[in-house]
């Protein structure tokens, strides 16, 4: 296994929810910056969500107000709760980590989960 794993995508109705776990190695709990991304086929890597500490979390347009990021220590997870989802937001969703304060560009991460699927019916 990998430093980061992901798990709980699936298939889900549109408006439907999920919360996706990102098991990760406890040294990213601290001062690494914690990202979600997706890819859908044919389609390049798209930054969907960042965790930079509690309070200072970041979206991407098309999922704020509906996704929400958030790291539970005890669990040694990130974690991303996806709400009224759209058949737009299908993807493979990749968890990752970097060190710095940037958050937004998938180059600039260093780890990389090795993705979960999700599938949003319409």
């Known amino acids: 296994q990998g430093e980061l794993v992901e798990s709980g995508g699936g298939l889900v109705q549109a408006g439907g929810s999920l919360r996706l776990s990102c098991e990760v190695s406890?040294?990213?709990?601290?001062?690494?910056?914690m990202g979600w991304f997706r890819q859908a086929p044919g389609k390049e890597r798209e930054f969907v969500a960042a965790?930079?500490?509690?309070?200072?979390?970041h979206y991407e347009d098309s999922v704020k107000g509906r996704f929400t990021i958030s790291r539970d220590n005890s669990k040694n997870a990130v974690f991303l709760q996806m709400d009224s989802l759209k058949p737009e937001d299908t993807a493979v969703y990749y968890c990752?980590?970097?060190?710095?304060?940037?958050?937004?560009?998938?180059?600039?991460?260093?780890?990389w989960g090795q993705g979960t699927q999700v599938t949003v019916s319409s």
């Open positions: 990752a980590a970097k060190y710095g304060r940037n958050y937004d560009d998938s180059k600039e991460y260093k780890w």
């Open positions: 965790y930079r500490s509690a309070g200072d979390t």
């Open positions: 406890r040294r990213f709990l601290g001062t690494y910056v």
